[in-house]
C-alpha cells in the first residue's frame, strides 16, 4: 500500500518545493496562518499540507510554528548553494506527468517524454530556453554531492587535465576544480549550453581554469585531456552508441590516463538497486533507446575498447563509478 499510494507523499514534497516552503521557512519558523498566505495558498488544505510534511519528516513543527529540519533547509532552501532541489524541480515539471503513462512505454518502447513523437531528446528539451536552464541545473543538483566523494576518491595528484564530457551547468567540473587547485580542463557539451556553464563557472570562482568545448560527441573527436569524466552520458544511449563513446574517450586519453564513467550501478545481480533500475526504466520514459547498467557491464565494455585495467567504485547511495585505466 505505501508504495502503491507512493506519489501521493511524492508530489506532496515536489508541490512543497514549487512553491517554495524550505526556501521561506529558512528564513525562520512561521505559523500555519502566516505560512499560508507567504505561499499564497487557499487556506482549504493549508494546515493538512504543513502537517502531512511534517509527518513524512521534511519539516518540524514546535508549539505552532513549522520550521525547515536540517536536512530540508541544507538541501532544499534554494538561496543555498548546498540545494540539490533541481532535479525535483524536473520531476515535477516534467518527469511526474510523463511517468503517467509508464504502460504505454512498456508496450511500445518508445519514450513517453516531449519526443514521444519521434524527435531528438536534447534538441527538443533544450528549444526552450527555460527548460534548457532548468535541465541543466538539475545536473548539478543530481551530481555535486557524488562529484565531492569523486574529488576525494580518485587519484588526482597523478593528473593535470580533465574533462567532464557531457558535462551540462558544470557541478562536477567546478567541484573537481574547487579541490585540486593543480588540475587545468573543462567541460564539453552541445553549443548551446556553454552560457550557462562559464557563468557557473565564473560564479563559483574557477572560469580561469575551467574551459568550455562546445560540439557534438557524436560528431567531433573528445577534447585530448589526462582525465575524462562521463557522468550520467551512457545511460542516455543505447549500446552502440555507448561503445562509440567509449571508444572515443580512450583515444582522446593520454597514455595513462583514466576515464571515470559515473552512474547510478545497478547491483551486479540486478536485484538489490531499486534506484539503478527505476533509473533504467526513466530512460525509457527519456530516450530512445538508453538503459542503466551494471559495473560489471561497463567493465565489459572498457575492456572491449582496450582499457587495460578497470574498477568499480560504490560513491554514496545507489551511484557507483567505473574507472578504466589506459
Ligand atoms: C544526463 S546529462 C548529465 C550531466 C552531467 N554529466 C551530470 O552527471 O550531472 C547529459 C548531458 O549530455 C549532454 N549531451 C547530450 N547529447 C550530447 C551530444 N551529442 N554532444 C555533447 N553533449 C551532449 C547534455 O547536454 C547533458 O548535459
Known sequence: ????????????????????VFTELAKGPLGAAALTKRLQLHPRSARDFFDALVALGMLKRTGQRYADTAETTLFLDRAKPSYVGGILEMCNARLYRFWGS???????????????????????????????????????????????????????RKYRTFVDVGCAQGGVAVEIALTHKHLTGGGMDLPVVQPVFEAYAQARGVAQRLRFHPGDFFKVLLPKSDVIIMGHILHDWNLDEKIMLLRKAYEALAPGGALIVHEVLIDDARKENAFGLLMSLNMLIETHGGFDFTGADCRKWMKEVGFKRTQVTRLAGPDGMVVGFK
Open 1 to 20: 500500500m505505501q508504495l502503491g499510494t507512493g506519489f501521493w507523499g511524492s508530489k506532496t514534497l515536489l508541490s512543497a518545493i514549487e512553491l517554495g
Open 102 to 156: 509508464l504502460t504505454e512505454g512498456l508496450r511500445t518502447g518508445n519514450p513517453q517524454n516531449e519526443v514521444k513523437t519521434g524527435e531528438d531528446f536534447f534538441g527538443t528539451l533544450y528549444a526552450d530556453p527555460q527548460r534548457l536552464e532548468g535541465f541543466l541545473k538539475a545536473m548539478t543538483g543530481l551530481s555535486v554531492g557524488f562529484a565531492k566523494i569523486i574529488a576525494k576518491k580518485f587519484p588526482w
